[in-house]
């Protein structure tokens, strides 16, 4: 018996070691070269060529040019001769649903800042994709957006007295998002007991404005300015806007359309005014300018769409969309002449020195989860950006409306997210979809490898 049990000591002992070892010996280092591309960073600097970009652990540890300082022995080295890098972009207006998260990646897209959903929904969407339980951008969550009454969706919060809008914030504080969301029955008058309670609480407001309008909706202190909504009532001073909201369907039609009406200079006006106030415009050109186009039917093969699942209600549900508003020809037709003056705000905006973010509203009707945020870079070209403006309006603005300084730039110790193209997009925003490669926290993903776990 103790011959015995002396020997099995003598095997267990080296074990126990080894297994309290690991436990104390730090992980090891998972460095990433990446070797010779032109580098776009994402703060608006012209492009850096033969880039070396070293990763470690998730975080970029060096950025040099190659051959500049020795690649570390333990790199897996990959080589980009010929690609470009951008950091991994952020979508500044999503509805993130489960079947998307995949898809936002196959895209480029890292991050995405979620603006409505059910709260219990979103917020356990948002743990899984956080903790990397499935394959998906990091995200942030409003949770369900706070409306006035009744609320136009029903999972929406609705508040009708100043004390019912501090109850709102701070139960949505409870909760755990990342920032408000409002919509457009909110009026200043629930507005201001709002932001005052939300600051207490550290939370930023982003605003879908309706009932009240932009100017007011930024000098009172939100973040952020979704669609350019309000804009319209702010440079008419039009009443028959705010009243149009109690409505949400005949607001938005008024305010679509409202924008044919505006003359060039009150546009100029209004975006200057509202650059001072430092608010963020997410202008989501994407869904104006599907707006004007719902009655093309070419829309529903575009590319892209072989992404989106048939089940996916929230993209292909345009039929139902036009039952409920009745849109017709006559309606299409003006919201086509509003584009002209919608581009003219962006341009003036940034002209102002105003900070635009780029959001795409999918998964709402036709916008596609990842693809949606690359039109939009398109056609804030097509208004007047350049394409690293674009690219920056796409990553460095929505890591600052999140308060996220390790996102949205390819710097030294930030995340290592980015995205790995095929031609350079510098020279032409569409080279943007032309993606070879993404890396979430460090790791790289082949978009066909996962393209081929839906197909
Ligand atoms: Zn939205």
Not at 175 to 204: C, F, M, Q, S
Not at 302 to 321: F, H, I, K, N, T
Not at 342 to 353: I, L
Request: contains cysteine.
């Amino acid at each position: 018996m103790t011959v015995g049990r002396r020997h099995v000591g003598a095997i267990l002992l080296p074990l126990l070691l080894l297994v309290g070892c690991s436990k104390l010996l730090p992980p090891k280092d998972q460095v990433t070269a990446l070797e010779g591309a032109t580098l776009i960073d994402g703060a608006g600097g012209p492009p850096n060529q033969d880039a070396l970009i070293i990763i470690r652990n998730g975080h970029i540890e060096t950025i040099a040019r190659v051959n500049d300082i020795p690649v570390p022995r333990s790199a897996e080295r990959i080589n980009l001769a010929g690609k470009t890098v951008i950091p991994g972009l952020i979508d500044a207006h999503a509805h993130v649903e489960r079947w998307a998260a995949a898809r936002y990646i196959a895209w480029g897209v890292t991050t995405v800042r979620d603006l409505h959903g059910g709260t219990d929904t979103v917020l356990a969407l948002r743990k899984d994709m956080n903790l990397g339980s499935i394959v998906g951008p990091r995200m942030f969550s409003a949770g369900a957006m706070i409306d006035g009454v009744p609320p136009t969706y029903p999972n929406a919060t609705g508040i009708a007295s100043a004390d019912q809008a501090r109850r709102a914030v701070d139960q949505h504080a409870v909760a755990g998002v990342d920032y408000l969301k409002i919509y457009t029955k909110v009026t200043p008058a629930l507005l201001r007991p709002l932001l005052d309670e939300a600051d207490k609480l550290r939370l930023p407001v982003a605003a879908h404005l309706g009932k009240t309008d932009a100017l007011t909706a930024a000098r009172a202190g939100v973040v952020s300015i979704e669609h350019m909504s309000g804009v319209v009532q702010a440079a008419t001073g039009d009443p028959k806007y705010a009243s149009a909201h109690d409505n949400f369907l005949a607001g938005w039609t008024a305010e679509e359309k409202g924008w044919a009406g505006l003359d060039s200079a009150a546009v100029a006006r209004t975006a200057r005014a509202l650059a001072q106030t430092k608010v963020t415009i997410v202008p989501t050109l994407v869904v104006h300018d599907m707006l004007a186009r719902l009655d093309n039917p070419i829309l529903l093969t575009r590319p892209g769409m072989e992404d989106v699942p048939e089940s996916a209600q929230s993209v292909r549900s345009v039929p139902s969309l036009l039952r409920r508003t009745g849109w017709r020809a006559a309606d299409f037709d003006a919201f086509r002449r509003s584009r002209r003056r919608e581009d003219q705000f962006v341009r003036e905006y940034r002209r102002a020195g105003g900070s635009i973010a780029a959001g795409s509203d999918a998964a709402n009707q036709l916008l596609i989860p990842g693809y949606s945020l690359h039109e939009e870079m398109s056609l804030l070209v097509a208004a007047g950006l350049t394409p690293l403006e674009a690219i920056t309006a796409a990553t460095r603005r929505g890591a600052q409306l999140l308060h996220a300084d390790s996102l949205g730039m390819i710097a030294q110790g930030k995340v290592a997210d980015l995205v790995v193209l095929n031609a350079n997009p510098a020279g032409g925003i569409g080279a943007t979809r032309n993606i070879a490669m993404v890396m979430i926290r460090g790791r790289m993903i082949r978009p066909d490898s996962l393209r081929s776990t839906w197909k």
